[in-house]
């Protein structure tokens, strides 16, 4: 009983802490970035097997290149295989991919590692079936 009275008032005392430093408390998986103001992946697949893959990079003020590598990939019974890479850069805060591409039946999404000066992040579009 006593350790759970400890750990309770350890607990009182840390959101005390918090609240009155003005701290943020900032989760592993909700990291702030330093130099990627915004980033994205989609993916849609039309009725002719058409995929349009855009892929995107937008600098925070003060980034001078950006640039974007996305992978098509492919679900398999062991996991995700690659189909086709696209790259591009930019001396600039901004740096986009269109493409198109011909698939087959299957399910497919679009995996792109985005990087802002020496800042990479790694962003996954949604699953789309044909």
């Known amino acids: 009983m ?3 009275r400890k750990l309770g008032v350890l607990l009182i005392l840390t959101c005390i802490l918090i609240v009155s430093t003005g701290m943020t408390v900032v989760h ?17 697949i039309a009725s002719d097997g058409t995929a349009t893959v855009k892929a995107s990079v937008m600098g925070k003020v003060g980034v001078t290149s950006t640039s974007v590598v996305a992978t098509l990939q492919r679900e398999t019974s062991s996991g995700w295989d690659d189909v086709v890479t696209w790259e591009a850069s930019n001396a600039s805060r901004r740096t986009t991919i269109s493409e198109t591409y011909q698939v087959s039946r299957g399910t497919y999404r679009v995996v792109a590692t985005v990087t802002a000066d020496s800042e990479s992040m790694t962003v996954t579009s949604t699953t789309e079936t044909y």
């Open 2 to 4: 006593k350790a759970v």
């Open 28 to 44: 592993a998986n909700e990291m702030r970035s330093v130099s990627i103001y915004s980033k994205s992946a989609t993916l849609t």
